[in-house]
């Protein structure tokens, strides 16, 4: 399993090809940039990127607003590879379909510190799986960002290859959206929700497909670009709290997970791992806590999910445990902040009404 930054971030690129459809869509430029924290000028920066935190609460934004589940399947069908810059090109330009997948899992870090994808070409042979990783976050913004991201590698796959395949099975961990239609559409093979993982199973006969821009020149010259840039990129996220908060996120819904685990999963000792935390001016423990905050925080005020389930996901062993917790570090109880969050949707779909009606 990947290890992510504990605040892991998204690329411009991809944050722009959702702003681009909204506003085809009739949403307000403007609205989009200042909810995603971005600049008109941002948006041509390839350097340039935004939080993870940011990019889904543009994805609710959209879909809440358009009232539209098929949304991030119709993001995905107008993205085209060329449009995710060296990642792009260096996927594009593979010898064969295999590589491309490869280049896929090696450089999606380019675009996004999460999802990470991971082919499995051996349990079915004859059925290789492309799983995406994420950070298990079960917000409206966080399940379509997983449906459009499963989308685009699957019309990443279909153009490197030009053959317009239909996978074998999609799996999504997340629930069912009210509306499957686009995703039928699109996928055009069995769907399956509230499943293990995040993915797809394809035919094994692609991996052998030359891509129709397979040029072993040019491939050579985004790859070494590739490498420079993924190399920058694992500087820049390798603060050990960063993967310290990531672990911890991944292991909270087992209990609160100690010190010497985490360490453990990092491939260091309890000692080094408090040392390096200490020299970046925080604790394990203030991690675990700003951990779970963060992860309570989002939960409220972005999805359903019961306060039993929250209590769970968040290691506590009661839900009294956890609201008494969250008091102490928000200064309110759990259902405060929801209601808090549900008042502010009902105003901000009260207003998206009035604008409709006034025809803009």
Request: contains cysteine; aromatic residues 8%; proline residues 5%.
């Amino acid at each position: 399993m990947p290890v992510f930054p504990s605040r892991p971030t998204v690329s411009t690129a991809v944050a722009g090809r959702v702003i681009s459809y909204a506003t085809s869509r009739g949403l307000r430029r403007g609205d989009l940039l200042a909810i995603a924290g971005l600049s008109a000028e941002s948006l041509t920066d390839a350097d340039a990127r935004i939080p993870v935190t940011s990019f889904d609460a543009l994805w609710a934004h959209v879909v809440r607003t358009l009232d539209d589940p098929g949304v991030p399947i119709h993001v995905a069908a107008r993205t085209r590879m060329e449009e995710m810059h060296v990642m792009g090109f260096a996927v594009m330009t593979s010898e064969s379909a295999r590589e491309a997948l490869d280049r896929v899992d090696r450089y999606m870090v380019l675009l996004a510190d999460t999802p990470r994808w991971e082919t499995d070409y051996t349990t079915d042979p004859g059925a290789p799986f492309a799983e995406q990783h994420r950070s298990p976050r079960f917000t409206l913004g966080a399940r379509v960002a997983v449906e459009c991201s499963l989308a685009m590698h699957v019309r990443g796959f279909r153009q490197c290859a030009g053959v317009e395949f239909s996978p074998l099975r999609v799996t999504f961990r997340h629930a069912a959206p009210r509306d499957l239609a686009a995703h039928r559409d699109f996928f055009r093979c069995p769907l399956e929700f509230g499943a293990p993982r995040d993915g797809y199973a394809f035919p094994a006969s692609l991996l052998e497909v030359v891509p129709r821009d397979a040029n072993p020149a040019l491939s050579a010259f985004f790859f070494r670009h590739a490498e420079d840039l993924r190399r920058r990129r694992a500087v820049e996220s390798a603060r050990m709290s960063d993967q310290v908060g990531a672990a911890v996120a991944h292991l909270l819904a087992s209990g609160e997970p100690s010190a010497s685990v985490v360490a453990r999963q990092l491939g260091t000792s309890e000692r080094t791992l408090r040392r390096h935390l200490e020299e970046e001016g925080t604790t394990f423990r203030q991690i675990v806590g700003e951990v779970r905050r963060r992860t309570a925080e989002e939960l409220l005020r972005e999805s359903d999910t019961s306060m039993s389930e929250i209590a769970f996901l968040l290691g506590f062993s009661e839900v009294t445990a956890f609201a008494r917790a969250f008091k102490r570090w928000s200064g309110r109880t759990p259902g405060q902040l929801r209601e808090e969050a549900r008042g502010g949707r009902a105003l901000h779909a009260a207003a998206a009404v009035e604008r409709k009606a006034d025809g803009g």
